[in-house]
């Protein structure tokens, strides 16, 4: 298995993936317009979504609400241009490039989102994520992820084991993203998101591999 660039792999399927998504990922057609739900979408809410993709879970939240502000990060120039083709595009600013990287700002919006996109980074790296999005969050804000999971300790461990093992014989450099999918189950990402800062984490819907959490940002006092 010959693993590709994160952002090369994605813009080479770009023309097919959300019938991928929706007709191959179980759950797929109901876990979008949940986790559309649970973002609550209200008018000129500021929505950070990391990983927007082509936009499925935009779908779900804009047939709730069509008069949210959305900002979208996505590696992929290909997602991200078909994401521009969608009928909300002009209450989008997209950005290409990496969410580690992308300054998201201090209490600049009021909901997070990732979906179906945080499962192929390490603990450390997550970790240092769920840190930005805490400070990027209002207070009483709060980011929902929707992911793949694993199903217990030891199919994370074989995950992450068989994705440093075709790195090292790849000779593939380490600060570059490579698509493979390393999930974490979701006790460990219920600690990572409490270590970055979030007081309350719940794991509020599950569907086959696929979960989602609410990271709830503390209230002013």
């Known amino acids: 298995m010959q693993l590709e660039r994160m952002d090369a792999f994605f813009d080479a399927r770009t023309s097919q993936y959300e019938e991928h998504m929706l007709r191959n990922i179980v759950g797929a057609d109901a876990f979008?317009?949940?986790t559309a739900r649970l973002l609550a979408p209200f008018p000129e809410m500021r929505l950070l979504d990391l990983g927007c993709g082509t936009g499925l879970e935009l779908d779900a939240a804009f047939a709730l609400c069509s008069q949210i502000h959305v900002t979208g990060i996505d590696l992929s120039r290909g997602m991200l241009a078909r994401?521009?083709?969608?009928?909300?595009a002009d209450r989008l600013t997209l950005i290409h490039g990496s969410y580690f990287d992308v300054p998201f700002?201090?209490?600049?919006f009021d909901r997070a989102v990732s979906v179906e996109s945080l499962h192929h980074f390490s603990a450390v790296q997550k970790t240092a994520l769920y840190q930005k999005i805490h400070a990027a969050l209002i207070p009483g804000g709060y980011y929902v992820e929707t992911d793949y999971v694993a199903k217990d300790a030891s199919q994370e461990e074989f995950f992450f084991s068989e994705c440093a093992?075709?790195?090292r014989e790849q000779n593939l450099p380490k600060d570059e993203f490579f698509h493979y999918d390393t999930p974490h189950t979701v006790d460990n990402l219920r600690r990572m998101m409490l270590?970055?800062?979030f007081p309350q984490v719940e794991h509020v819907y599950q569907i086959e591999n696929t979960a989602i959490l609410i990271a709830k940002k503390e209230k002013e006092s």
Not at 83 to 88: E, I, V
Not at 105 to 108: D, I, T
Request: aromatic share 10%.
């Open 165 to 167: 093992r075709l790195r």
């Open 195 to 197: 270590e970055a800062g």
């Open 32 to 34: 979008y317009p949940e």
């Open 105 to 108: 700002g201090q209490c600049a």
């Open 83 to 88: 994401l521009r083709q969608k009928p909300y």
